[in-house]
């Protein structure tokens, strides 16, 4: 685990190398992982979140005051403790009193069935190396399908459609053996490989992003990305097998 004040893109997050993310342009990452599923499901009360040590998206989640209940299951508890003391510009000095932290390994804790369910699960995960391979397996996606409630739905980063399309197309096609609705979108996070990234949502009832009015403090997200972030290019729906 490595805190690095960089030239270019300030204080960032680095951990076994990889650069996780940055006080310059983290906030995009976490703003598009968050936000849309969050404006695709109606009315979430509970929210989890596997992964996100960072703590960005929980900021993001924690802008919902309607939102009740916010778990974020992360299984390094110095990761956090790291963000929040010396990553403030991505943490926010987070100190919301709906979050709860739980330090544990996030496909034991979807296992066996739960005291409740959530409405929305964000799977913030590193890249699928060492631990986090777990985090990516048909297995863990129907532990997740089990933990929502009846119209509830999930949301991953399912890495770079340009030099990780066959991992891309994994996700998308082990989430379509789970969920009745798949729905990949994009986003442009400058330090990821590529610079260009694809979240995918698993969804047992809602599709499509409705959001009336869309006013929360953010710097990437607003009504007309959440939208227009599902219109992907041609090489990537060919990679999918989508029209």
């Avoid at 990889?18 to 936000?35: C, D, R, S, W």
């Avoid at 996030?106 to 959530?118: A, H, I, M, N, P």
């Avoid at 995960?125 to 399908?145: C, H, I, N, R, T």
């Avoid at 409630?149 to 999930?154: A, R, V």
Wanted: glycine residues 6%.
């Amino acid at each position: 685990i490595m805190i690095l004040d960089s030239y270019d893109f300030g204080p960032m997050l680095v951990l076994d190398g990889a650069v996780q993310t940055t006080a310059l342009e983290g906030f995009i990452y976490n703003e598009m992982i968050t936000h849309i599923p969050l404006n695709i499901h109606p009315n979430p009360k509970n929210v989890l979140i596997i992964g996100g040590g960072d703590c960005g998206v929980a900021r993001e989640v924690a802008k919902y005051p309607n939102i009740q209940r916010i778990d974020m299951v992360e299984i390094d508890e110095m990761v956090v403790s790291a963000c929040k003391n010396h990553l403030k510009d991505v943490s926010g000095n987070l100190s919301d009193p709906r979050v709860n932290f739980i330090f544990k390994d996030g496909t034991s804790y979807v296992k066996g069935k739960r005291e409740y369910l959530y409405d929305v699960i964000i799977v913030d995960s590193s890249d699928p190396v060492g631990p986090a391979v777990k985090l990516f397996e048909l297995e863990f996606y129907q532990d997740l399908y089990n933990n929502l409630h009846e119209d509830g739905l999930m949301v991953c980063q399912s890495e770079s459609p340009v030099f990780y399309s066959e991992m891309m197309v994994n996700i998308h096609r082990r989430l379509n053996s789970v969920f009745p609705v798949v729905k990949v979108y994009m986003a442009t996070v400058p330090t990821y490989p590529g610079g260009f990234w694809s979240f995918t949502i698993g969804s047992k009832k809602y599709q499509e992003p409705n959001p009336v009015t869309f006013d929360k403090q953010t710097k990437y997200v607003n009504k007309e990305i959440i939208k227009s972030c599902f219109a992907i290019p041609n090489f990537v729906k060919k990679h999918l097998n989508i029209d």
